[in-house]
């Protein structure tokens, strides 16, 4: 699975609470908790956001509760990959279960804002288009590439039979 996209870029602590704000909570459409993703900590992001870019971080992205709201808000403003120094443990589970891949990157701080990047899931490479870099990262497991492509957990159930 390859992935191409303009990167948007955040720092460390990225929290749930930073991705979407807690008044949204009483919906999960996805679409209407991405028109408010980011707001309070970058209130153009969805204005900039086109679909198919990527968000890149530092460490910790996601901590905070463990709502599912982030991670939909993340996949229904458009962005089609995480990439970041680490994860808070049920985001990162929650992003593969809603079908948003997710990537470990140890050196983020390689990655600007703006930069375009094309991430291969199969091979672990990322490459910078616009520096002209490549970066390994972990390779994105094939039966989670599965889930990715079928939509997330419970359509990949599903599809399981």
Request: glycine share 10%; charged share 25%; aromatic share 8%.
């Amino acid at each position: 699975m390859v992935i191409k996209g303009r990167v948007h870029r955040f720092g460390d602590d990225i929290n749930t609470d930073d991705i979407i704000p807690a008044p949204y909570l009483d919906s999960q459409d996805p679409k209407f908790l991405g028109s408010h993703c980011m707001e309070n900590i970058a209130p153009q992001f969805t204005k900039r956001v086109k679909k198919g870019d990527i968000i890149v971080a530092g460490k910790k992205f996601g901590c905070g509760s463990s709502r599912e709201h982030a991670p939909l808000a993340i996949k229904g403003c458009g962005i089609s990959l995480l990439i970041a120094k680490s994860f808070a443990r049920i985001f990162y589970r929650n992003a593969i279960n809603i079908g948003l891949p997710i990537l470990t990157f140890p050196h983020p701080e390689k990655i600007e804002d703006g930069n375009l990047l094309e991430a291969d899931l199969d091979k672990g490479v990322v490459k910078n288009i616009t520096k002209g870099e490549r970066y390994f990262c972990e390779k994105f497991p094939q039966f989670m590439q599965e889930i990715i492509k079928s939509g997330g957990l419970v359509n990949w159930i599903k599809k399981k039979g």
